[in-house]
């Protein structure tokens, strides 16, 4: 069923592309005089009535196809009440409902076959059926991966138009160039054949500045829709897209060729004859590229699909963190590289000794590959960019922390210090590898070095939670270079989410709070805590007034918490009455004395730790000065993820 889908849309793609790039071609021929130039202008005409024709069917045959999958019974193609459903309950049914309405209206107007005599009624003739197919074919983005983009849909959406209709501007006026070139080369008339060299040589300039579009439309859509060289390398998606750009290549040297070798010699037909062999080529080639968008159209986008690594390394900088020693050769590397690539450039410029200097300058950029990448080697996973089933929250972390000490910490120690017979998982490479890598490590373990394997052991989400507990190891470890006071444009240490569960209402979560408020987060214990906690109610007004909500989390868990802290004065902010155990466990592992308080920025990052004796907790003013200089910062970072990477 989805092969059939694919080959309906594939022809419902090509007869629309092909269709606007022949009016356009046409137009951009001029109109015809010699009998040759006629006859071809009529082909094209009387084709793209069959175009036309093709693209409705096959529209037809993806809506029939297209309701029977959405339907999930093959039946619903030949039922018209499901095909209603697929057509009026559906946004892609709704533009169908467009593109065809303007297809049948294009079609009605080349049957008409208006009076073309005059040079003014040709063109406008011509123009109203490019205008008609450029809107068919750029409706065709209402419902493609581009509108499904938040936020930024319209922008998405003008870009994916810019590309199709560049595609159709091309492909389609390769394939009527091709069969003016061929009628111009059998006909002996000089005017067809200086008509037919006119038109290409515009063409020639044309496709330079569609290909631009292209190109620069094309890397739009793929930042877009992949996102990363993960998505583009490990998902069907991606291998689609880069399948796309092997058969580009050969298509631009074809258009090189054609544009600097052949057309600037055409001298009779058998010159005209060559460049038509060449043209072909050109769009059976793009007709194999549509094929392959095609395909993409029908597959999960890269940025929310499950990207497979498919090689046993990557490439990471954080490598040289590790041993700084290999620097100076990645920097050497990277040095050479770079100047081949500037001569790479050069040689284009140069009409002597081109080849030489090319070859040398592509050698020069192997060397430098060669010296500068293998330091940046670090081994990689099929699972390696996999992204987490569960969330980076203190419920999770709880669980792993539980499974960790069942399961891990005789090996690599209760703290995951490597004070077992396993390796140190606070520290680097440890607590710099990718949460995916983490998942394959502990579902297949690595016998050589006599760590079993966890994945018929512990279920996949239990060995999520294994993971997140083990990155809270490394990042309790790195939070003590956080102080008491903000560092102003240094946010790095996420804080983990939990649930603000309060007494009878509805529970949040801290990762609520994001771009609203920024978050004080109090572990207190009573009765030693009191003091502290009756200043943070006296002072929560100013606090609330500068962005802050404060969020108490007693480290006893207790129903009348909110009573046991007193009335006087008044506790306004939230007090946690229900999973403390979970926030306690996560949290004490920054700041485990009795009495903790951690400030959480806007964007859900730890930027200062006060711990200890309430006695050496910081007065209001001390706090209240940190959360100025949080409201000072003009550049916040982008929100984390709520998954660990």
């Known amino acids: 069923m989805r092969a059939l889908l694919l080959a309906a849309l594939w022809l419902h793609l090509a007869s629309s592309l092909l269709l606007m790039g022949a009016f356009f071609m046409l137009l951009l021929a001029g109109a015809p005089r010699a009998s040759a130039a006629r006859r071809w202008d009529q082909a094209v005409v009387a084709g793209s009535r069959v175009l036309v024709l093709l ?351 069942e399961h891990c910490a005789a090996c690599h120690g209760a703290a995951g210090a490597g004070d077992g017979t396993l390796a140190d998982l606070r520290s680097p490479p440890a607590s710099r590898r990718h949460a995916g890598e983490l998942f394959w490590l502990v579902s297949h373990g690595t016998p050589a070095r006599g760590m079993p394997a966890f994945g018929g052991r512990l279920a996949e989400r239990r060995r999520w939670d294994v993971i997140n507990f083990i990155r809270l190891l490394g990042a309790a470890d790195a939070s003590r270079t956080i102080g008491r006071r903000v560092e102003p444009d240094r946010a790095w240490l996420v804080a983990p989410d939990f649930t603000v569960a309060v007494g009878p209402m509805a529970p949040g979560a801290l990762r609520d709070y994001r771009g609203r408020r920024m978050v004080l987060v109090v572990l207190y214990t009573l009765p030693g805590s009191r003091a502290r906690m009756t200043e943070l109610a006296r002072s929560y007004d100013v606090l609330w007034i500068m962005g802050v909500e404060v969020i108490a989390v007693p480290r006893h868990a207790s129903p009348e918490a909110i009573g046991e802290l007193g009335s006087s004065p008044p506790v306004l902010f939230p007090v946690v009455t229900d999973g403390n155990a979970d926030i306690v466990a996560t949290y004490g592992m920054f700041a485990p004395g009795p009495h903790a308080e951690l400030l959480v920025d806007r964007q859900g990052y730890i930027r200062a730790i006060w711990e200890g004796a309430t006695g050496g907790m910081p007065q209001a003013a001390a706090v209240q000065a940190q959360v100025e200089k949080l409201n000072e910062e003009k550049s916040p970072p982008p929100f984390p993820d709520d998954h660990v990477h």
């Open 55 to 405: 693209a409705i069917g096959s529209g037809i045959v993806w809506l029939l196809v297209r309701a029977a999958l959405f339907e999930s019974r093959a039946q619903a193609a030949l039922d018209p009440r499901a095909v209603l459903r697929a057509v009026l309950d559906t946004w892609p049914g709704f533009v169908w409902l467009a593109r065809h309405g303007v297809l049948l209206v294009l079609a009605a107007f080349l049957a008409t076959r208006p009076d073309v005599g005059e040079r003014r009624n040709w063109i406008a003739a011509r123009a109203e059926a490019l205008l008609l197919a450029a809107l068919a074919l750029a409706l065709v983005s209402g419902s493609s991966h581009a509108a499904a983009i938040t936020p930024g849909t319209l922008r998405a959406v003008a870009v994916d138009v810019a590309h199709l209709v560049g595609t159709g501007l091309w492909l389609g006026g390769l394939v009527a160039l091709a069969l003016l070139l061929r009628a111009a080369g059998r006909d002996d008339d000089a005017e067809a054949r200086a008509y037919a060299v006119r038109a290409a040589r515009r063409f020639s300039r044309a496709a330079l500045l569609v290909m631009i579009v292209l190109m620069a439309s094309g890397v739009m859509n793929a930042i877009a829709q992949v996102e990363s060289i993960a998505g583009l390398a490990g998902t069907t998606h991606g291998r689609l897209l880069l399948a796309k750009l092997a058969v580009l290549v050969p298509i631009l040297v074809l258009a090189a060729v054609n544009r600097t070798r052949i057309l600037p010699a055409l001298s009779g037909p058998d010159a005209l004859r060559r460049l038509a062999a060449f043209v072909a080529l050109e769009a059976v080639l793009a007709l194999v590229l549509l094929g392959l968008a095609a395909a993409m159209t029908l597959t999960t986008p890269a940025r929310h699909g499950e990207p497979v690594w498919p090689l046993p390394f990557r490439l990471s900088l954080d490598a040289l963190l590790d041993v700084p020693a290999m620097r100076w050769r990645a920097l050497l590397g990277s040095q050479l590289a770079l100047a081949g690539v500037v001569a790479v450039l050069m040689s284009f410029l140069m009409r002597r000794r081109r080849a030489p200097v090319l070859a040398g300058a592509l050698a020069l950029v192997a060397v430098g590959a060669g010296i500068g990448l293998p330091p940046l080697v670090v081994d990689a996973y099929p699972t390696t960019y996999r992204r987490p089933l569960v969330t980076y929250h203190a419920a999770s972390i709880a669980s792993g922390m539980a499974t960790y000490h």
